[in-house]
Structures are given as structure tokens and as C-alpha cells.
């Protein structure tokens, strides 16, 4: 109901304000014709967007009998290989037939094309290869050797590059690491190790596309860090491995690595030094695992009463070490506060949601946006985000629209639909501050809750967090550390 009202007061506007307009409109293909009035941005004729695909966990294991040809194939024969897969994924976690086949890509990308032919950039929030990688490979391939998995991963990694620049050859393609993206498992990345640089040398041209300056050739194989400043204009987008400040390294147990200590002093004094250095800059960080609380554990917590906040108080945890976490926290209020960080882009949870970063005196600074993600595997349908941005001046971004797959949780119903839109909060720029007011409004507004709610699981049918839970992702948003939390959730209604 709400769409079609607004495209047609968009159009009565057109008709009133003149032929001018209207033979703008005219002009445009239909792709973008559909799209604008999908996007209710009707404040300027062409808006700069940009795409941003995050936790795509590509699982070309999926249809097993295929293993054995892309094993012995080219990466560029994969795409021929893999038409043979049929199925668009489950919300099942168990191997190999989990996380997202071929078809939930391809059709990922082809609906991106669709509603957004020539976006300026694209940004993908890590998590590029499907979860327990190598032990699926190990075990459907039969191969144990280091360098059979090792190019294989290689290959894998390539080829979601490839397709992406193959549907949008005009944009730079801007990465980021997850903590699956290595070769020794899961939160297992070496530093200046074989996975980095096998990276750098499949995507160092994704990167470094038209005018695009970055540093990803020289920095990326050391930590997984680089700067990219966009062209002509004072834009810079920082990519940030963010998985040595994990919690959760050396987790499982490596392949053929051993497992140094995390360099997440290094990483941080790189990020410290590349903000020094960004002076009269507007800059995004991108990054995969954001700081703040691990919803993934604190969402299984019972519904919210006095009796929950003893349980709430040993459950929730952060995603980081508590030093990384505030320290990072520390660093983007101060650059926030500086007008130097306009925004920051993550993913990990899988959720749709934001989180805000205050200053010492609670002052809002930052926020931090987490971009759903494409493998359905956290129970949530797969999703895509189209971003607006100010481009020419401020840098800020101005809108978020969301659409999201019906196909998993509706068998058979592929396609694609448009979910939500960033102005429907009421607010015409993501900021601190707008998102300081978006959080007040969730916690006092009903609708406004559950359409945040719904969000978060990118339009799930299948209610999974109940109205008395609601309260342990509220605090999430606001709360950077386990005490704040516990604070947030205990003393509240
Ligand atoms: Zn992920």
C-alpha cells in the first residue's frame, strides 16, 4: 500500500512542476525508471549509490557431484560448471548444503543489475567463502594435501570476483575480510601469510579500477588493511581486517598453519597512522566483525524480565577482546567527533541493524551500519543493499534500501522484493544523530519497533525474536561494552 501511494504522488509532482522534469524522467531506461520509484528517492533526479553485498559464504560444494570437474577446471570454467547446481539454499547449517549455492549468487548479482545497472562502487563486508570450508573440501574431494585445498580456496575467492566484475565491469569492487576468508579455517588468518597474497593478486584489479588510488597492492598482503581514495573528490574508504581483534582466533583448529599471536596492536596502530593521515578527508570504514555486543549468543536469551538480567549478565559477550573493542570504540568517537568518519560499513551478524558509538560524555559520534547478509545460513532470507550517498560534498550516506530473496523460506518463489527503505525511519541522512533518533524512537514507538525487528532477520515469516525478547537488541545498538549492556538490559523496564 505504501509504495504505490508514494510513486504516485512522485509522478503528480513530475505533472505539476513542469515538462522539464518529466522529460528527464522520460529519458531514463526502464530499469531505472522502476527502481527510482521503488526507492522513493525523489529528491534528486540521479542519485550516486553504490551497492553493498556482505556474508556471501559462497559454498561451491553444494551440489557435490560437481566438485571433482572445479577442482581440475580454470576458475573461469566455474560459471559454465556450476549452471548444473539447482536449488537457491536452506536455513539449514549442516554440510554441504548450506550458506549459498551458485543460483543465490547468480541471482543475487542479476536482480543488483537490474535495479542498479551502473552503481559508483560496490562493498562487500567479508565472509566470501561458505562456513567449514575446508573440512567440506577434505572430505567431498578426498584430497588432504595442503596445496590441493589452498588453490582451491584461491579459486573460490577469484571466482566471486570475477562474477561480480563480470556484472558490473564499470565499478570498483572495495573488500573486506570475514572470518572465514583464509586458508586455515575459520578466524584463522596468518598475517603477511599465502592467503593474503593469493587475494591481492586475484583482486588487486577489482580495487584498483578506473581513477581509484589505494594501497591495497602494498598494504593488503600484510594485515588485510588498505586505503582507497575514490576520484575526484575528497572520499576515502578505509578497509579494516577487523578479525584479529576477535574474541573468537584460534577457535577451531588450523590447516597446515600454526597459529601466531593475533597482531591486533599492529592493525591498530595501521588504522591510527591511516586517520593521522586523513586529514581534510571524508572516510568510511569498512570493516566485517563491528565492535560492540555478540548478538548471535545475547538473542538467545530468555524473555526479558527480572528474573532475565542475572542470565542476560553471563550470557552477553563482545566480538572482540575487550582491549581491541574499546580501543577501536575510542578511535572512531574521536575521528566521528573530528567530522573525519562519516560512516562505518560491516557485517558478520547476518542481521540487518546499526549500532551507534558515543563519545565519554555519551555524545553520539559514530554509527555503524551491518549490511544483511546474501547466505541465509543464521536463519535469515538473503538480502542486498543499495546505498544513496552525497558524493560532491558531505559524503554522508543519505538512504539505505534493502530487498531481500523469498525463495528460501518460500521454495520455488525466487524472486527478489523490495523490503525497506532508510526514510522510513523520518530521516533524510544516516548520522550520528539521526541514528541516535531512530534508536529513541525504537524504544518509545511500537511500529517503529517492528519494523525494525522485521528488518533484522531481512522479512523472515517465521517470527524469531518475540516481543519480550526485543529488548536484548535495543541495547545492542547503543551499548559498546558487556557492562553498558548489562546496564542497558537490567535497568530498564
Ligand atoms: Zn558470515
Redesign the pocket.
Known sequence: MYQPNRSLLFILILIIFGSFACAFVLQKDSSEQSQRSNAHITNTPNPNQFISI??I?FNPFFDTSLVKQLIAADMLQWEGILQATTGFGTFNRHAPSFDSPYPLFKSALVELKKLKPNPDFITIS??FLC?DFQSTFQSISGLKDQQSLYDFSSKTIAFIGHMIHKTFPKAPIFPTL???DAFCGDYNLQANGPFLDSMTHSWSKYVNHGKVKSTFTTDFPTYGNYIADLPGTNNRIIGLNTIFFSSSIGWHSPYFCTVAKAPADEVLSWLGKALRNSKGKNVWLLY?IPPGINTFNSDQIPAHSPDSCSVVKGVASLFMTSDANNRLVDTIAKYGAANIIKANLA????MNEFRIIYDDQNIPQSFIHISP?I?P??SNNPAVAIYTYDKNSTFQITNTETWYFQGVQNPGHNVWVKEFDFSQYGVSAMTAGSMQKIYEKIQSDYSTRQLYMNNYYSSRNTRLIQENQERALECAISQMTVHGYDDCYCNSK
Open positions: 556482505s556474508d559464504h567479508g565472509d562456513h570475514g572470518n572465514n566485517h557485517g558478520h551478524s547476518h547478509s547466505s545460513i543464521n
